[in-house]
């Protein structure tokens, strides 16, 4: 019998960073940095970043809900960036950084908004992300595709990917 995947696709600030936590989650079958919530098909990275399509650097997550449940990727989701910080995750600013959930069905939105008013009872400051419906995913360049793993001596992966992934005890 064919296990059922499903999707999840959020946006947390780099999505090198994003995608490197997601990838080492035993159940989580893929994770693919690229952009979503825009208005232009098929973006490129430089588009992204003039600000100007409307996108968010994203990963979309392929997982096996039998082996990690969407509530405990949600889980990791709030604690691997600061949702309360608006449009910037460290020194990366701007809106293609912002803290989006896009939920896939119903069942999804009813789930993230449940876990961000659970998370919020513990933050002094509120939390500004968004949980928009899923319009669509775009996969980004090549050489965005698994960022971490490839570079991981490269000074971005060392300060600011390898200690999100030590804090989350994922390295």
């Known amino acids: 019998m064919a296990e059922k995947l499903e999707r999840a696709t959020f946006s947390a600030g780099c999505f090198w960073c994003v995608e490197a936590v997601f990838q080492r989650l035993k159940g989580v079958k ?82 993230a908004e449940k876990s961000r008013a659970e998370v919020q009872k513990d933050l002094d400051k509120p939390i500004v992300t968004e949980i928009r419906p899923y319009t669509g995913f775009y996969k980004a360049e090549g050489y965005h595709q698994n960022y971490y793993n490839n570079n991981s001596g490269a000074p971005y992966c060392r300060l600011v990917i390898y200690p999100k992934l030590k804090k989350l005890n994922l390295e």
């Open 30 to 111: 893929s994770a693919v940095s690229g952009y979503a919530g825009g208005r232009k098909p098929n973006p490129t990275y430089e588009e992204v970043c003039s600000g100007k399509t409307g996108h968010i650097e994203s990963i979309q997550i392929t997982f096996n809900p039998h082996e990690i449940t969407y509530e405990q990727l949600l889980d990791i989701f709030w604690h691997m960036h600061d949702p309360t910080s608006m449009d910037r995750q460290g020194s990366d600013a701007g809106e293609q950084y912002r803290s989006v959930i896009f939920v896939h069905d119903p069942k999804q939105k009813k789930t």
